[in-house]
Nanobody, 125 residues
Framework: QVQLVESGGGLVQAGGSLRLSCAAS????????MGWFRQAPGKDREFVAA????????YYEDSVKGRFTISRDNAKNTAYLQMNSLEPEDKAVYYC??????????????????WGQGTQVTVSS
């Protein structure tokens, strides 16, 4: 079992940057591929990015490619989402999650069993 806590959200102007962190409660973090998802008001939760257990493979949703970077530091039990060139459409609650199905990670939320509580990202135009 692992508990996940996100941080780093906030209010930023369009074009700005934020770095989200996802801290895991235990060393079991290294067993899991990690993903970031987001949910905007009135919309379904959607995939943003994922990273394999080793960190060697990453996946991105098309709208964030080239702007967001997912990474992880297994020594610190922490995953990150660096978000650059933020747009008003990126406003959402961002969640990190641990994939208990595949070590390579995926975009399918059903493969993620452990979830954080979310952190709000607001982008002003």
């Amino acid at each position: 079992q692992v508990q996940l806590v996100e941080s780093g959200g906030g209010l930023v102007q369009a074009g700005g940057s934020l770095r989200l962190s996802c801290a895991a409660s235990s060393r079991t973090f290294i067993r899991y591929a990690m993903g970031w998802f987001r949910q905007a008001p009135g919309k379904d939760r959607e995939f943003v990015a994922a990273i394999s257990r080793s960190g060697g493979t990453t996946y991105y949703e098309d709208s964030v490619k080239g702007r967001f970077t997912i990474s992880r530091d297994n020594a610190k039990n922490t995953a990150y989402l660096q978000m650059n060139s933020l747009e008003p459409e990126d406003k959402a609650v961002y969640y990190c999650a641990a994939n208990t199905v595949t070590s390579e990670g995926s975009r399918w939320s059903g493969e993620y069993f452990y979830w954080g509580q979310g952190t709000q990202v607001t982008v002003s135009s």
